[in-house]
């Protein structure tokens, strides 16, 4: 898994004998016990006389290990700073040059029926493991339910069954109350199942269509972007593209028919949360939807998902960014070993019985473990 190459590559890094270690997100995947025992290392190889760069966007930390930051934005370096008196605030306006929300501000949620019921599923991957094992969970409508966990535990899995990407050994995914576990992709979609996807270059856009033909990817086929006979009509899709560019903040400077290719991994970002709420899904499935982004497109799309809550959506949110579980989350799974390892409500635990329970402790408060 990610989770476990990336601990491959730190033990790699910190196994030679070396005056200058550069440290790229060694912490995305890691558990906060395991982030510890990371830093506990740095710290002693910074004392023995080594360099360290650690490259981060998770400002917790920088602030946690650091002793010099400096910010860049835009290929340019903003300042050098003491981390002593920094504030995350502070590092995040440089970053972003206005000042940003690091918390989203939401009301308790307000949840309706059950719109995705999942009952006992199990998967098997490609090399005959059993992947995810009788994993039961239900999303209601006008809630956010978090999936937490470390990479590589199932939640891969969880998704391609859910939104059709792979198929179930046995159990049952209900959308609205209607049998979907055998249907294909396509009338997932049809049946109000939308995806934002983790990897966004592999299955959330085809990065040599334009802006205009990636928003229409799932309904291209239907009125008004296509005729009877199957002919697009481009001018309604760079009109609908348009829209959804002026709606979303979507920064595309040559306009609709720029390709996705040429755009920011924000943008890019942008595109698909676009393309999947302008469907009003039932449920939207959303997977590791802020990785890899700057913190003015995490705070944006993370007051997008909690909108979308607020509207009366139902969430499946799957991160590997706790911060932004806790952060987001009605309720919370926690999974490993392919297994629901507990389920809470919002508040009643914190990040560390979490990350304990992610690394596959049992010693976190049995109530959660039972609910």
Not at 77 to 83: M, Y
Not at 169 to 191: A, F, P, Q
Request: charged fraction near 25%; aromatic fraction near 4%.
């Amino acid at each position: 898994s990610v989770g476990e190459l990336q601990r491959v590559e730190v033990l790699k890094a910190l196994s030679h004998e070396t005056r200058l270690l550069i440290l790229d997100e060694p912490t995305a995947v890691l558990t906060p016990s395991e982030t510890d025992d990371l830093f506990v290392v740095v710290r002693e190889l910074a004392k023995s006389g080594v360099a360290v760069i650690f490259i981060s966007h998770k400002l917790d930390e920088v602030l946690a290990i650091a002793d010099e930051v400096t910010v860049i934005r835009d290929g340019r370096v903003i300042d050098t700073v003491p981390a002593a008196g920094l504030t995350k605030e502070r590092i995040a306006t440089m970053m972003v040059g206005r000042e940003v929300l690091l918390r989203i501000e939401h009301t308790p949620a307000n949840p309706g029926d059950t719109v995705l019921d999942v009952a006992s599923l199990t998967v098997v991957d490609d090399r005959g493991v059993t992947a995810l094992d009788h994993v039961s969970l239900s999303v209601r409508a006008g809630e956010i339910v978090g999936i937490a966990g470390v990479d590589g535990n199932g939640q891969t899995e969880l998704i391609y069954a859910i939104t059709g990407l792979s198929r179930a050994e046995s159990g049952s995914v209900l959308v609205n109350g209607e049998d979907v576990t055998r249907l294909s992709v396509k009338e997932r979609i049809e049946r109000g199942v939308g995806h934002i996807p983790e990897d966004r270059h592999r299955h959330g856009l085809v990065l040599d269509f334009s802006v205009a033909e990636n928003v229409v990817l799932k309904n291209f086929d239907k009125a008004p972007y296509s005729s009877r006979l199957g002919v697009l009509d481009a001018g309604r899709m760079a009109a609908h593209a348009g829209e959804l560019i002026a709606q979303y903040d979507i920064r595309a400077g040559e306009g609709p028919w720029m390709k996705a290719r040429n755009m920011s991994g924000g943008n890019q970002q942008k595109v698909i949360i676009a393309r999947e709420i302008d469907l009003s899904p039932a449920v939207l499935v959303v997977a590791q939807p802020t990785r890899g982004l700057d913190v003015g497109a995490i705070e944006y799309i993370r007051k997008r998902i909690v909108s979308e809550r607020d509207k009366g959506r139902a969430v499946l949110l799957v991160s590997f960014e706790l911060d932004e579980i806790m952060n987001l989350c009605d309720r919370i799974a926690i999974i490993s070993k392919g297994e629901v390892a507990g389920i809470f409500n919002e508040g009643e635990a914190d990040e560390r019985t979490i990350g304990f329970m992610m690394a596959g402790s049992r010693a976190a408060d049995d109530k959660g473990a039972a609910r």
